[in-house]
């Protein structure tokens, strides 16, 4: 008797299935049915892994089967049509019947074959739709499963390269800022030698005769004016060479004959030809100008994004290496001065390069390849390699220059990959086909993309348009005007699913529309994804200008205490000089008016330094536990004489001790510069407000505010009743030497300051402001509650009793070197001198008698003060220590001197400050904390 076919519910079941096994399982169920027999399997082959197997059947009969049907599915899967075989047992035979999908055989169905069986031709027609089925249902498994592990490589790769491109824009920013403030003429041309950018130097120190901009013109117009044009352009040389050039040019600087240095240094495309040439042309003429130059050059050396080598010839010992070569090889910069190029290769490699690195030495021949570098760790990276023969210190070197190109190279395959995939995912794209005739059924419903609907190919032929798709009248629509003529591109939503749909009338011979043809391409993950970069896109620009604005304000920090260092050194020799003046000259006279002028001008230097190291949290503090209550009350009569009378102020302290840990200094200069700021915005006069409250900061309100942590903060209010700030200025209003006061009038570090004496102290500061309406400042900063400890005065030495002892001076800045001696000599103290740390050893070893203090600066050439003390200490233990630095907080700290119970002097100094210091030490007494900052009186 015939079997009963496989229903309608049985098959919608079997295609809702969503775990393949239970679906292949099932289907194996559904042809042992469809065949009468009591048995069938499924398998699927996996690549190389076995055949995955789906029985229907009982388990002892499985056993008894297997082998043989594994050995006829393995047939029909490797040659594609079906295969027969003896199986074994009381029955005549067995089949596998290959399952086809997507162009290729996925695996085979298996079941008994009885020689008494109905018509095979018969029951052949009828498995085959069924294993048509479960071959497409283990493809688009197979594919949504492919499709979703690339998906997810795909996002991770695309977050690396985002962070890449991040990391590369924070380099051009940094190298930008550099080149813009650089007193070195620095000028872009293009590969023809026309200038296409100068930097501020050549536009404003050195513009064109004619008035106009360098712009546009030939570089040959720059060395011309200079004193006459190159004989051997280097700027040509680096274009053909695509390699770094230099070269002297006599020429005229000034009103008399010098000497220039010209470095060409190319800027290379992707295809490894200089695409732009940045030259700079440094003035070598003095010992001054040879300072700047080399100093210049280290910065450029030592900075530069591309690891930099100096290798000996012969033994290609590595001699030199800049901190971008080690970082980039993992080495430190003692262990790679122990090994040598070769190391840096697998010897095979070596064998190939070392040729043409001799090439390089023997003819002076500049190269340029691409090569795979061995780092510390074992691994290899790829780098493009520029090779020349220098002259470095009268010696004869290869100057090695390389890039790491690992990541651009990767990025390079993975997109080749990534696009040579999308033309695969494309080629075979869930699309449906179908054709509709003049009265609305369907005669054509082909393609994968209707199993996105539930649907399966040829389901719907036969059927109405107009029943089926009742539910979605713009369907609908769509196929009237289609029949009416119309072509029509459209979106369309199905159940969540999205497609963009094409209709066409489709015509006979004569023209006649005879029904419509189209193509609908499900787009919904496409959709998804677009609304999903979208939102993230919007979080990316948030991000980026919060980036932006915390990289601003670290680069002009950065720039501060590099200025506020220098600085340092000059006005300690214009104070103590001018204090020496004013001990000899008569009070009264102009000559002492005069000295004084200078003293003051210099004390005002000396607080603005301050400013900046504050702004750039860079000054050596002396933080202690302080009641914000008490600091408001004991500056609360100072601010009233500094305001004027035409402006009330109000004092509402908190109820309780407010504790925090500041330097005092810091707390009434953010309290000064907010009343003075305060002042300016009421030239009319006003009321002036300072509170001291408590708040509780919680999470959401530490991450708006940009707090370390939540917690009780103290915050610090003053409120005024001036003309208020418009949203354009209090974006502004915190960045340094930014004033909307005329010319003279502020400095524009009042603010800046108060923002970073609360960054520095763990805190934040806001503002709420309004035109016309006043404005308020809120500082936050984090409770203690510890009590402030006892102020105990120590009893200070008798400062007019005169020394007697030896002081080992020690200073590599001539001028403090000078001062520093006669005030100790003027006091009696026999000084012997030394430049550094190494003269001042040889100097201690000559010396026969006791050497009572050593007076050191922390930072020299060759040896600091740090291991001089060391040092010295280890010859002489009864040797006492004073370490004086102009350099900020953390470059002391790096150098370990700011250890409790070290005695340190911060320049600028006065002789008091001196003269007191030196002699606590000697005397053995505590060293008084560096002198808190005065608050600035402008904004």
């Given at each position: 008797m015939r079997p009963e076919r496989w229903s309608a519910a049985q098959l919608a079941h079997l295609l809702a299935a969503e775990e393949i096994d239970a679906a292949l399982t099932e289907g194996a169920a559904l042809i042992a049915g469809e065949a009468g027999v009591s048995e069938a399997a499924v398998f699927l082959a996996d690549g190389r892994q076995p055949l995955r197997e789906y029985w229907h059947g009982a388990p002892e009969a499985?056993?008894?089967?297997?082998?043989?049907?594994?050995?006829?599915?393995?047939?029909?899967?490797?040659?594609?049509?079906?295969?027969?075989?003896?199986?074994?047992?009381?029955?005549?035979?067995?089949?596998?019947?290959?399952?086809?999908?997507?162009?290729?055989?996925?695996?085979?169905?298996?079941?008994?074959?009885?020689?008494?069986?109905?018509?095979?031709?018969?029951?052949?027609?009828?498995?085959?739709?069924?294993?048509?089925?479960?071959?497409?249902?283990?493809?688009?498994?197979?594919?949504?499963?492919?499709?979703?592990?690339?998906?997810?490589?795909?996002?991770?790769?695309?977050?690396?390269?985002?962070?890449?491109?991040?990391?590369?824009?924070?380099?051009?920013?940094?190298?930008?800022?550099?080149?813009?403030?650089?007193?070195?003429?620095?000028?872009?041309?293009?590969?023809?030698?026309?200038?296409?950018?100068?930097?501020?130097?050549?536009?404003?120190?050195?513009?064109?005769?004619?008035?106009?901009?360098?712009?546009?013109s030939a570089c040959s117009s720059v060395c011309?004016?200079?004193?006459?044009?190159?004989?051997?352009?280097?700027?040509?040389?680096?274009?053909?060479?695509?390699?770094?050039?230099?070269?002297?040019?006599?020429?005229?600087?000034?009103?008399?004959?010098?000497?220039?240095?010209?470095?060409?240094?190319?800027?290379?495309?992707?295809?490894?030809?200089?695409?732009?040439?940045?030259?700079?042309?440094?003035?070598?003429?003095?010992?001054?100008?040879?300072?700047?130059?080399?100093?210049?050059?280290?910065?450029?050396?030592?900075?530069?994004?591309?690891?930099?080598?100096?290798?000996?010839?012969?033994?290609?010992?590595?001699?030199?290496?800049?901190p971008a070569a080690c970082s980039a090889l993992g080495y430190s910069s003692s262990e790679i001065l122990e090994r040598t190029l070769a190391d840096l290769h697998t010897l095979e490699e070596w064998d190939g390069l070392r040729p043409t690195y001799d090439a390089c030495i023997a003819e002076g021949s500049p190269i340029g390849l691409e090569c795979a570098l061995r780092t510390h760790f074992g691994d290899e990276r790829i780098a493009q390699v520029a090779a020349n023969r220098f002259r470095?210190?009268?010696?004869?070197?290869?100057?090695?220059?390389?890039?790491?190109?690992?990541?651009?190279?990767?990025?390079?395959?993975?997109?080749?990959?990534?696009?040579?995939?999308?033309?695969?995912?494309?080629?075979?794209?869930?699309?449906?086909?179908?054709?509709?005739?003049?009265?609305?059924?369907?005669?054509?419903?082909?393609?994968?993309g209707l199993a996105a609907v539930g649907l399966t190919p040829g389901q719907v032929v036969g059927q109405s348009v107009y029943v089926l798709y009742r539910d979605h009248p713009e369907i609908l629509d769509h196929v009237r005007r289609a029949i009416s003529g119309e072509e029509i591109a459209a979106n369309v939503d199905i159940g969540g699913?999205?497609?963009?749909?094409?209709?066409?009338?489709?015509?006979?011979?004569?023209?006649?529309?005879?029904?419509?043809?189209g193509v609908a391409t499900d787009v919904t993950q496409r959709r998804n994804a677009e609304h999903a970069l979208r939102e993230s896109e919007a979080a990316l620009r948030v991000s980026e200008e919060q980036l932006r604005q915390a990289q601003k304000m670290e680069a002009l920090g950065v720039l501060a205490g590099g200025v506020a260092h220098d600085f340092n050194n000059l006005l300690t020799v214009i104070m103590t000089q001018s204090e020496l003046l004013l001990k000899g000259l008569p009070a009264g006279s102009k000559e002492?008016?005069?000295?004084?002028?200078?003293?003051?001008?210099?004390?005002?230097?000396?607080?603005?330094?301050?400013?900046?190291?504050?702004?750039?949290?860079?000054?050596?503090?002396?933080?202690?536990?302080?009641?914000?209550?008490?600091?408001?009350?004991?500056?609360?009569?100072?601010?009233?004489?500094?305001?004027?009378?035409?402006?009330?102020?109000?004092?509402?302290?908190?109820?309780?001790?407010?504790?925090?840990?500041?330097?005092?200094?810091?707390?009434?200069?953010?309290?000064?510069?907010?009343?003075?700021?305060?002042?300016?915005?009421?030239?009319?006069?006003?009321?002036?407000?300072?509170?001291?409250?408590?708040?509780?900061?919680?999470?959401?309100?530490?991450?708006?505010?940009?707090?370390?942590?939540?917690?009780?903060?103290?915050?610090?209010?003053?409120?005024?009743?001036?003309?208020?700030?418009d949203p354009q200025t209090l974006e502004r209003i915190f960045e340094p030497f930014f004033t909307t006061k005329g010319p003279g009038k502020g400095t524009g570090l009042g603010l800046s300051t108060v923002y970073g004496i609360a960054r520095q102290n763990s805190g934040a500061v806001t503002v709420r402001s309004e035109p016309g309406r006043g404005s308020t400042f809120t500082v936050h900063l984090p409770m203690r509650e510890d009590a402030p400890a006892p102020q105990v005065e120590p009893a200070g030495p008798d400062l007019s009793a005169r020394g007697g002892e030896t002081v080992l001076l020690v200073e590599d800045e001539p001028g403090v070197r000078?001062?520093?001696?006669?005030?100790?000599?003027?006091?009696?103290?026999?000084?012997?001198?030394?430049?550094?740390?190494?003269?001042?050893?040889?100097?201690?070893?000559?010396?026969?008698?006791?050497?009572?203090?050593?007076?050191?600066?922390?930072?020299?050439p060759l040896m600091g003060g740090r291991e001089l003390a060391e040092r010295l200490s280890a010859r002489r233990p009864d040797t006492r220590i004073l370490f004086v630095s102009g350099f900020t907080d953390d470059t002391v700290v790096r150098h370990g001197v700011l250890d409790e119970g070290v005695a340190f002097l911060q320049k600028p100094f006065s002789l008091e400050s001196l003269s007191r210091t030196v002699r606590l030490v000697l005397d053995g007494g505590p060293v008084p904390q560096p002198p808190a900052q005065q608050p600035s009186q402008k904004r």
């Open positions: 499985r056993e008894r089967l297997r082998s043989a049907y594994k050995g006829a599915a393995l047939e029909a899967t490797r040659t594609g049509v079906v295969a027969a075989r003896a199986a074994g047992d009381d029955s005549d035979s067995l089949r596998a019947f290959p399952l086809h999908a997507g162009g290729r055989v996925l695996g085979a169905i298996c079941l008994p074959w009885f020689a008494s069986s109905e018509s095979s031709t018969d029951l052949e027609s009828r498995i085959a739709p069924l294993a048509g089925i479960l071959a497409a249902k283990a493809f688009f498994h197979e594919e949504i499963t492919r499709h979703r592990v690339q998906r997810t490589r795909d996002e991770r790769w695309f977050k690396t390269l985002d962070s890449h491109l991040r990391l590369l824009d924070r380099e051009r920013q940094k190298f930008a800022a550099f080149v813009g403030q650089t007193d070195t003429f620095v000028f872009v041309t293009d590969k023809d030698a026309r200038i296409g950018w100068a930097n501020r130097a050549m536009c404003d120190v050195f513009p064109p005769e004619n008035g106009g901009s360098w712009i546009g011309s004016r200079l004193g006459g044009p190159c004989a051997d352009c280097p700027v040509v040389r680096a274009a053909g060479l695509a390699a770094v050039s230099h070269q002297e040019l006599p020429g005229q600087v000034g009103a008399s004959e010098g000497l220039l240095y010209l470095t060409a240094l190319p800027i290379c495309g992707p295809s490894g030809k200089a695409d732009e040439i940045m030259v700079m042309i440094q003035d070598l003429t003095g010992l001054e100008g040879l300072r700047r130059s080399e100093s210049r050059y280290r910065l450029l050396y030592e900075r530069n994004v591309d690891g930099i080598l100096m290798v000996r010839p012969g033994t290609f010992a590595i001699v030199l290496a800049n470095h210190e009268d010696e004869e070197v290869l100057l090695v220059t390389f890039r790491d190109v690992t990541e651009q190279r990767r990025a390079e395959r993975a997109l080749q990959r990534a696009e040579e995939r999308l033309r695969t995912v494309v080629a075979s794209a869930p699309v449906v086909l179908f054709a509709i005739d003049r009265e609305g059924i369907f005669t054509l419903s082909e393609g994968r699913i999205h497609f963009e749909a094409r209709y066409a009338p489709l015509r006979d011979g004569e023209g006649s529309i005879q029904g419509v043809i002492r008016e005069k000295a004084e002028s200078i003293h003051g001008a210099s004390a005002r230097g000396a607080m603005l330094t301050r400013q900046l190291l504050t702004f750039s949290r860079n000054e050596v503090l002396a933080p202690q536990v302080l009641d914000v209550n008490t600091v408001v009350r004991e500056i609360e009569g100072m601010l009233r004489r500094l305001i004027g009378e035409d402006v009330e102020i109000s004092c509402a302290c908190h109820g309780s001790p407010v504790h925090v840990r500041c330097d005092r200094g810091q707390l009434e200069q953010v309290l000064m510069n907010l009343a003075v700021n305060a002042r300016d915005a009421m030239p009319q006069g006003g009321r002036l407000r300072i509170a001291v409250e408590t708040a509780r900061v919680d999470e959401a309100l530490a991450s708006e505010l940009s707090l370390d942590a939540p917690g009780s903060y103290c915050a610090l209010c003053v409120e005024d009743t001036g003309t208020g700030m000078a001062i520093g001696k006669d005030l100790l000599e003027f006091h009696g103290y026999k000084v012997i001198e030394a430049e550094n740390g190494v003269r001042a050893l040889e100097v201690e070893a000559r010396h026969r008698g006791p050497i009572h203090l050593l007076l050191t600066d922390v930072v020299m």
